[in-house]
C-alpha cells in the first residue's frame, strides 16, 4: 500500500500558475505509475494527467494538454504537477493516485488515493 498526500492548492486568478506535489511513502512507490485527477463541483472525477515509474512518455488529458506538466522525482517521493495558464473551468479538487500498472489513465486502474487539495481559479 502506499500514502499520498497532496499540497499546493489554492486560490489563483485566471491565466496564473500553481504547483501541487504529492508526497509519497511505501517502499515500492517508484515502481508505480502516478495520476493526478480532479473532481469539479457537480461533476464526476476525471483524468488530469498520469507519468510512469519512468517518467517517460506521460499522458494528459486534453483539457490540460499544453498547460500542465507532470513530473516526478524518485528520490524525493514525489510527483509533481505544473499548471499554467489556469483557468475557471480548472476549479477542482485535486487528487493523486498510485497504480501498479504502467500505462493508467482510468480512476479504476488506482488503487491508492490522497485526500486531495482544493484548486480554485478566479475569473
Known amino acids: 500500500q502506499v500514502q499520498l498526500e497532496e499540497s499546493g492548492g489554492g486560490l489563483v486568478q485566471a491565466g496564473g500558475s500553481l504547483r501541487l506535489s504529492c508526497a509519497a511513502s511505501?517502499?515500492?512507490?517508484?515502481?508505480?505509475?502516478t495520476g493526478w485527477f480532479r473532481r469539479a463541483p457537480g461533476k464526476e472525477r476525471e483524468f488530469v494527467a498520469a507519468?510512469?515509474?519512468?517518467?517517460?512518455?506521460?499522458d494528459y488529458a486534453d483539457s490540460v494538454k499544453g498547460r500542465f506538466t507532470i513530473s516526478r522525482d524518485n528520490a524525493k517521493n514525489t510527483v509533481f504537477l505544473q499548471m499554467n495558464s489556469l483557468k475557471p473551468k480548472d476549479t477542482a479538487v485535486y487528487y493523486c493516485?498510485?497504480?501498479?500498472?504502467?500505462?493508467?489513465?482510468?480512476?479504476?486502474?488506482?488503487?491508492?488515493w490522497g485526500q486531495g487539495t482544493q484548486v480554485t481559479v478566479s475569473s
Open positions: 511505501g517502499r515500492t512507490w517508484s515502481r508505480y505509475t
Open positions: 507519468i510512469s515509474w519512468s517518467g517517460n512518455s506521460p
Open positions: 493516485a498510485a497504480a501498479r500498472q504502467v500505462r493508467a489513465v482510468l480512476s479504476s486502474q488506482y488503487d491508492d
